[in-house]
Each structure stands twice: as structure tokens, then as C-alpha cells.
T-cell receptor, first 109, second 113 residues
Framework: LAKTTQPISMDSYEGQEVNITCSHN???????ITWYQQFPSQGPRFIIQ???TKVTNEVASLFIPADRKSSTLSLPRVSLSDTAVYYC??????????FGGGTRVLVKP | DGGITQSPKYLFRKEGQNVTLSCEQN?????MYWYRQDPGQGLRLIYY???????QKGDIAEGYSVSREKKESFPLTVTSAQKNPTAFYLC????????????FGPGTRLLVL
């Protein structure tokens, strides 16, 4: 049973805000939510991690509702260089991470 | 300049041959991981190690072997038992355990001749 479900792909335009929602209905108390970004032929890169409510850094924001059964990665004012695959992971400390298929985001000019 | 390196960038394997992929990190991380990525797919965990001289199988360990003799190094051997080895292989490390941020190397693309 997959731990997370996210859209296969999303299109956007430069300057827009992109929101990717990840469903994790079976999230456990000890699980954290982590997002990675991957460009073609490169290793994934950590974007953001959170447990509840809202987390913001210089790259993105992560919104987690009170029930923690979903989370939304928000990328403000995307550019062409934000075209990549975005992975949502849910895992507790000590458990191995599981990367699903991710969401392919295409930013158009 | 700290980081995680993988070599070679491209590797060719002949039928029945074992090949070894190198992964080195100078981040002083305890944990290291190997993933396999097939075209258009996500990453799948092959092996991981949370401490020197100890490692655990991931989801697709069959046909692969690893060693962790030094903290900095975690080589992966693709054996002849792995019948479909063509893929992009990624090595990663984290400070302590899987909940810590994982830092990935540039990857090795393995092709079968």
C-alpha cells in the first residue's frame, strides 16, 4: 500500500505559484513529511520538511492541516528552472525512505 | 569542499560481469544509501548502511552487494545475478538516520553491452 499519492504531472507558467498536494491518509504519529526536487540525470535535492502547520524557507512553503492526512508544497513565482520532478515522502526516523513516482512540474514561458 | 561523489559517471557492463560503483562522502555522515532509478520512475532503495560494518537490504537488493568498511565509502557491486542492471544509480548520505536530510551524489548510469 503506497504511503503517499501525488499528481503525476502539472503544468504552470513563469511567475505563477505552483501548489502540489500529497495525500498520506495512513500517516503515523512519528512520521515527518519531506519534499525533494529532482532534475533530469541528477540526484534529488532536499526542499523542505515539516511535521505540522506551516513551514517556510527561502525556496518553498509546506502547508500541513491539523489531521496531517495531506500536505501541500507551494512554490512561489516559479521560473523555467523549476521544471523538475517533485517527490513527497512520509517516514519516521529510522525507517527507510520510499520515493514514489513524484509529480512532474513543467513551467512554460 | 564537502560533498558526495560517485564514479564513474557512465559504466558499461558485459554479460556475466560484476561491476562496482564507487560512492565517497566527506560530510562525516553516518548513514549511506544506494538507490536505483529506471527511466520515468521514482527511486527504489537497494541497500543502506547506518554505521560502519553494518548494512541492511532495501526493497530490491537481489543481484547487488555492498560493503561499508570505512565511514566515507559505500561501494555497490552489481553482480551477474542482476539480469536487468541498466539504470541510473544514486548514492546518498545523511547525518544519522533516514529522517535526516539525504544528500545525493551525481549518479552513475550503468549500461549493458
Amino acid at each position: 500500500l503506497a504511503k503517499t499519492t501525488q499528481p503525476i504531472s502539472m503544468d504552470s507558467y513563469e511567475g505563477q505559484e505552483v501548489n502540489i498536494t500529497c495525500s498520506h491518509n495512513n500517516i503515523a504519529t512519528n512520521d515527518y513529511i519531506t519534499w525533494y526536487q529532482q532534475f533530469p540525470s541528477q540526484g534529488p535535492r532536499f526542499i523542505i520538511q515539516g511535521y505540522k502547520t506551516k513551514v517556510t524557507n527561502e525556496v518553498a512553503s509546506l502547508f500541513i492541516p491539523a489531521d496531517r492526512k495531506s500536505s501541500t508544497l507551494s512554490l512561489p513565482r516559479v521560473s523555467l528552472s523549476d521544471t523538475a520532478v517533485y517527490y513527497c515522502l512520509v517516514e519516521a526516523a529510522g525507517n527507510k525512505l520510499t520515493f514514489g513516482g513524484g509529480t512532474r512540474v513543467l513551467v512554460k514561458p | 569542499d564537502g560533498g558526495i561523489t560517485q564514479s564513474p559517471k557512465y559504466l558499461f557492463r558485459k554479460e556475466g560481469q560484476n561491476v562496482t560503483l564507487s560512492c565517497e562522502q566527506n560530510l562525516n555522515h553516518d548513514a549511506m544509501y544506494w538507490y536505483r532509478q529506471d527511466p520515468g520512475q521514482g527511486l527504489r532503495l537497494i541497500y543502506y548502511s547506518q554505521i560502519v560494518n553494518d548494512f541492511q537490504k532495501g526493497d530490491i537488493a537481489e543481484g547487488y552487494s555492498v560493503s561499508r568498511e570505512k565511514k566515507e565509502s559505500f561501494p555497490l557491486t552489481v553482480t551477474s545475478a542482476q539480469k536487468n542492471p541498466t539504470a541510473f544509480y544514486l548514492c546518498a548520505s545523511s547525518y544519522r538516520d533516514t529522517q535526516e536530510t539525504q544528500y545525493f551524489g551525481p549518479g552513475t548510469r550503468l549500461l549493458v553491452l
